[in-house]
């Protein structure tokens, strides 16, 4: 009996301590709460009455502007609408956007941009960003050439973004552009992006080709493809064999020009680069061949099946995928694989994309 009521009494003890420590916390709480509201809201209580500015305007956002001198009466309906954020430029974005005539909302977007475009949108006047700001890929100098590919196509503002970083709205072969790294595995070549006339890999190593011939690539690319190579006859039974890789400037022209004399310049473009803007000039690319196979053929769709399933294991991708052609600007080559690395192809592979898709999704900094 006794023993019971000793642990009952302590039991009793433990809560009443317990209960107290809860109360304790939250009168700290409350007692900091009411403190700290009085001191904020009576400097900013006064700020407001000398502005005349009634109890419902009040936000976090108001309290900023009247306490950092940056208060002006035309926004009063905007500040309510801007999303109060402790960072470095929320002073900055206020005052040079508001008096552009941005919204207290579009406020909100521009928050969502890099630096860099909020740079250039401060260089600008007021443009409407709205169906734009939330894609990382955005790029302000770009809102025109957006809004008129909109109206134009049937695309969604998400993919007209990337469609004309990628230049899609241009005619091919005018404006192009040489590439700042022909020596990068992501170099993009392609009818926007020319190699250096003179650019030839300064580590070009050789495969045996289908024709008995050396077929020359980027020294980086020879031991994967081999593995590649390898890994195809174990595992599906195929021979592939390198046709050609690296081709240079004047080869390529040879090829070309011999293509328009026969189709035609239009024609020649669909499938043949230009001298500079092929793809093999970089060494990153390889033309295979399934050895069985007669001369007219290539690939059987089993081959291509398996091997735009697993090229991507090795670093390489299918280039001129089927469904892609609007975006490559080729038509489909199930035979042309391309180098990335290993990161990139995964990623390529996995989102179903091109290379020009992949660099201004994830490469390219806007
Ligand atoms: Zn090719």
């Known amino acids: 009996m006794a023993k019971g009521k000793?642990?009952?009494?302590?039991?009793?003890?433990?809560?009443?301590?317990?209960?107290?420590?809860?109360?304790?916390?939250?009168?700290?709480?409350?007692?900091?709460?009411?403190?700290n509201k009085t001191t904020v809201s009576s400097e900013v209580e006064k700020l407001m009455q000398e502005n005349n500015i009634s109890d419902d305007n009040y936000s976090k956002t108001l309290e900023y502007v009247l306490l950092n001198n940056i208060y002006n009466?035309?926004?009063?309906?905007?500040?309510?609408?801007?999303?109060?954020?402790?960072?470095?430029?929320?002073?900055?974005?206020?005052?040079?956007?508001?008096p552009k005539g941005y919204s207290g909302s579009?406020?909100?977007?521009?928050?969502?941009?890099?630096?860099?475009?909020?740079?250039?949108?401060?260089?600008?006047?007021?443009?409407?960003?709205?169906?734009?700001?939330?894609?990382?890929?955005?790029?302000?100098?770009?809102?025109?050439?957006?809004?008129?590919?909109?109206?134009?196509?049937?695309?969604?503002?998400?993919?007209?973004?990337?469609?004309?970083?990628?230049?899609?709205?241009?005619?091919?072969?005018?404006?192009t552009l040489e590439v700042d790294d022909p020596n990068s595995i992501l170099v993009l070549v392609n009818k926007y992006n020319y190699l250096p006339k003179g650019y030839e890999p300064d580590d070009l190593a050789y495969l045996d080709g289908y024709y008995g011939n050396n077929v020359p690539v980027r020294g980086i690319i020879k031991e994967p493809f081999l593995e590649l190579q390898k890994a195809a006859a174990e595992e599906a039974g195929i021979d592939f064999m390198p046709t050609t890789a690296y081709r240079g400037y004047s080869f390529q022209a040879t090829l070309y020009n011999?293509?328009?004399?026969?189709?035609?310049?239009?024609?020649?473009?669909?499938?043949?680069?230009?001298?500079?803007?092929?793809?093999?000039?970089?060494?990153?690319?390889?033309?295979?061949?399934?050895?069985?196979?007669?001369?007219?053929?290539?690939?059987?769709?089993?081959?291509?099946?398996?091997?735009?399933?697993?090229?991507?294991?090795?670093?390489?991708?299918?280039?001129?995928?089927?469904?892609?052609?609007?975006?490559?600007g080729y038509q489909f080559e199930n035979w042309h694989i391309r180098y990335v690395g290993m990161d990139a192809a995964k990623i390529i592979y996995e989102n179903d994309l091109t290379l020009e898709e992949y660099i201004d999704m994830h490469v390219t900094e806007y």
């Not at 009494?9 to 900091?32: A, H, M, P």
């Not at 009466?73 to 508001?98: P, S, W």
């Not at 050895?291 to 291509?304: F, K, M, P, Q, S």
């Open 258 to 328: 011999n293509y328009v004399a026969s189709d035609g310049v239009a024609a020649a473009d669909t499938y043949s680069a230009r001298p500079g803007y092929s793809e093999h000039q970089t060494g990153l690319a390889i033309d295979l061949k399934n050895t069985a196979l007669g001369d007219g053929i290539r690939l059987t769709d089993e081959d291509y099946e398996w091997l735009s399933n697993n090229a991507y294991r090795w670093g390489f991708i299918i280039r001129f995928p089927e469904d892609k052609t609007d975006i490559t």
């Open 73 to 98: 009466e035309n926004y009063l309906e905007e500040y309510k609408d801007i999303e109060f954020r402790d960072q470095g430029n929320f002073a900055n974005v206020l005052t040079t956007f508001l």
């Open 106 to 175: 579009e406020i909100n977007y521009i928050f969502n941009l890099s630096d860099t475009n909020i740079e250039k949108l401060e260089n600008i006047d007021y443009i409407d960003i709205s169906n734009y700001y939330e894609y990382k890929n955005f790029d302000v100098s770009k809102i025109d050439r957006y809004n008129d590919y909109y109206e134009d196509n049937n695309y969604n503002y998400e993919d007209v973004v990337t469609y004309v970083n990628i230049n899609l709205d241009l005619p091919v072969y005018t404006d």
């Open 6 to 35: 000793k642990i009952k009494r302590s039991f009793k003890l433990i809560l009443s301590i317990i209960l107290l420590i809860i109360i304790g916390i939250s009168c700290y709480f409350i007692y900091d709460k009411i403190l």
